[in-house]
């Protein structure tokens, strides 16, 4: 069972810079995957980026490339998602979920099997 938990949402400026944060209250494997999604009043939950555990795989959505970026720290259990040049349409709330029985990266929300309460990041312009 894996325990997860967001933080480092809040506001920022249209331009500006957000760091979430995903802690688990396990150790992960190597081979788990690490994924952040993003979901709107009404809308599906949307994939952002995803990272396998060892650090092996990365992937992110076009609309996020090249200003989104994520990280893992093995020591804390932590992933994290540095999110630079922000825009009014990365205003979400963004959900970290863990994929433990992963045989390839996925961006699909029904392949993850644990997911935090979510953190809210709002983008202003």
């Known amino acids: 069972q894996v325990q997860l938990v967001e933080s480092g949402g809040g506001l920022a400026q249209a331009g500006g810079s957000l760091r979430v944060s995903c802690a688990a209250s396990?150790?992960?494997?190597?081979?788990?995957?690490v994924g952040w999604f993003r979901q709107t009043p009404g809308k599906e939950r949307e994939f952002v980026a995803a990272?396998?555990?060892?650090?092996?795989?990365?992937d992110y959505a076009d609309s996020v490339k090249g200003r989104f970026t994520i990280s893992r720290d093995n020591a804390k259990n932590t992933v994290y998602l540095q999110m630079n040049s922000l825009k009014p349409e990365d205003t979400a709330v963004y959900y970290c979920?863990?994929?433990?029985?992963?045989?390839?990266?996925?961006?699909?929300?029904?392949?993850?099997?644990?997911w935090g309460q979510g953190t809210q990041v709002t983008v202003s312009s």
């Open positions: 979920g863990v994929d433990y029985r992963a045989w390839a990266m996925s961006r699909s929300p029904t392949e993850y099997d644990y």
């Open positions: 396990v150790v992960l494997l190597s081979n788990y995957i």
């Open positions: 990272i396998r555990w060892s650090g092996s795989n990365l």
